[in-house]
Antibody
Framework: QVQLVESGGGVVQPGTSLKLSCAASGFRLSAHAMHWVRQAPAKGLEWVAS????????YYSDSVKGRFTISRDNSKNTLFLQMHSLRSEDTAVYFC????????????WGQGTLVLVST | DIHMTQSPSSLSASVGDRVTITCRAS??????LAWYQQKPGKVPELLIFGASTLQSGVPSRFSGSGSGTHFTLTISSLQPEDVATYYC?????????FGGGTKVEI
C-alpha cells in the first residue's frame, strides 16, 4: 500500500524559510521520480517541482525557481522541499506525489500540508 | 513553456448524461496528457495518463482521447459520485503545467 505523508507546514511570515518533508512507504522510493504540487485556497492545481529517482535532474516552476529546492534521501524514504523567501502567494496546500520518470503524472498523492504565509 | 487551457470551466448535467471536457495545449505534446479528478475536500486522483490509458481501478465510464494539442475527457454516463473538479496536465515537458480545471455538478 503506497503511503505518502507530508509534514512541515505551518504559519510563517513573509521572507522566511520552511522545509517540507514527504515520508514514503509501501514502495521503493529510489525507483521513482517525485513531484510537489500545490493548491492555493479555492484555486486549481499548480505544479511546483520534480526530481528524478536518483536526484540527477530537478525541474522547477518559474514561480519558485531560485527560491525553492527539491531534494530526496532515498535511504530515509523521504522527499523534501526547502522553501526560502516565502511570499503570500506561496500560501497553499502542498502535495507530494509519486511518479515514474521525471516527466510523468502523479500516480499516488499524499494528503497535503498547509503553508500559510502571513504577517 | 506549454500552457494548458480547459473548457468549460464548469458544467451542470444530469445523472446518466454524457459529459465531455476539453483540454488544449499551446503546443504539441503528443499523447503525454493526464487527467485528474478532485472531489470536494479530497486529494486529486489520477484518472488517465498517456491521453487514453485508464489508471487501475478507474470506472470504465471514463475515457480519454486526443493527441497533439487537442484532448477530451468523456464520462459516458454521469453518476452522482462524479461530482468533482477535473484537471488536465501536460507530462510531455517541464513545466508539467495543469489546466485551470472543470467543475462538474449535477
Amino acid at each position: 500500500q503506497v503511503q505518502l505523508v507530508e509534514s512541515g507546514g505551518g504559519v510563517v511570515q513573509p521572507g522566511t524559510s520552511l522545509k517540507l518533508s514527504c515520508a514514503a512507504s509501501g514502495f521503493r522510493l529510489s525507483a521513482h521520480a517525485m513531484h510537489w504540487v500545490r493548491q492555493a485556497p479555492a484555486k486549481g492545481l499548480e505544479w511546483v517541482a520534480s526530481i528524478s529517482h536518483d536526484s540527477s535532474n530537478q525541474y522547477y516552476s518559474d514561480s519558485v525557481k531560485g527560491r525553492f529546492t527539491i531534494s530526496r534521501d532515498n535511504s530515509k524514504n523521504t522527499l523534501f522541499l526547502q522553501m526560502h523567501s516565502l511570499r503570500s502567494e506561496d500560501t497553499a496546500v502542498y502535495f507530494c506525489s509519486k511518479g515514474k520518470g521525471i516527466l510523468s503524472p502523479g500516480f499516488d498523492w499524499g494528503q497535503g500540508t498547509l503553508v500559510l504565509v502571513s504577517t | 513553456d506549454i500552457h494548458m487551457t480547459q473548457s468549460p470551466s464548469s458544467l451542470s448535467a444530469s445523472v446518466g448524461d454524457r459529459v465531455t471536457i476539453t483540454c488544449r495545449a499551446s503546443q504539441g505534446i503528443s499523447n503525454y496528457l493526464a487527467w485528474y479528478q478532485q472531489k470536494p475536500g479530497k486529494v486529486p486522483e489520477l484518472l488517465i495518463f498517456g491521453a487514453s490509458t485508464l489508471q487501475s481501478g478507474v470506472p470504465s465510464r471514463f475515457s480519454g482521447s486526443g493527441s497533439g494539442t487537442h484532448f477530451t475527457l468523456t464520462i459516458s454516463s454521469l453518476q452522482p459520485e462524479d461530482v468533482a473538479t477535473y484537471y488536465c496536465q501536460n507530462h510531455y515537458s517541464a513545466p508539467l503545467s495543469f489546466g485551470g480545471g472543470t467543475k462538474v455538478e449535477i
